[in-house]
């Protein structure tokens, strides 16, 4: 399965349920889970993750009853709660796609004081067969352990 077999319902619940785990903060000015940027990484990466989701949403809209997006906020609260304590493995990897999703955005890296880039070897080009890192392991000698 692929996140374009999710239906529009899911799609709109899938945004309403990830702004209640990760709503935007303007004192921090990062936004919600609910982006459109994030939501669209979301769906791009769902991969082995599809069918969980689907379950979970699935799951989200029976509790609801109608489309969990179209509930208003308390019935919406009170879902959610129903939701997670009965979604299980589900429900658990939905909000780890939500979060794993929100956390790479560059926004919310900035926002964390985090930089946009790997954080080793911090730009520096190690040149081809340089192995001189390795220097201070070589000096140390051999160590050698008889086998169990």
Excluded: N
């Amino acid at each position: 399965m692929s996140a374009d077999q999710l239906t529009r319902a899911q799609r709109d619940d899938l945004r309403s349920i990830a702004a209640m785990i990760v709503p935007a903060s303007d004192a921090y000015k990062v936004p919600g889970a609910d982006d459109p940027v994030i939501q669209a990484d979301m769906l791009a990466t769902l991969g082995r993750d599809t069918t969980l989701v689907r379950q979970a949403l699935d799951h989200l809209a029976r509790l609801a009853g109608v489309p969990f997006a179209k509930l208003d906020a308390a019935r919406r609260e009170a879902v959610a709660l129903e939701f997670r304590s009965s979604g299980g493995a589900a429900a658990a990897t939905l909000v780890r796609v939500v979060l794993q999703c929100y956390y790479r955005d560059d926004r919310v890296l900035r926002s964390l004081g985090l930089e946009l880039r790997a954080p080793f070897p911090k730009g520096y080009v190690l040149p081809d067969g340089d192995w001189s890192l390795l220097d201070p392991v070589k000096a140390r000698g051999g160590t050698l352990r008889e086998a169990p």
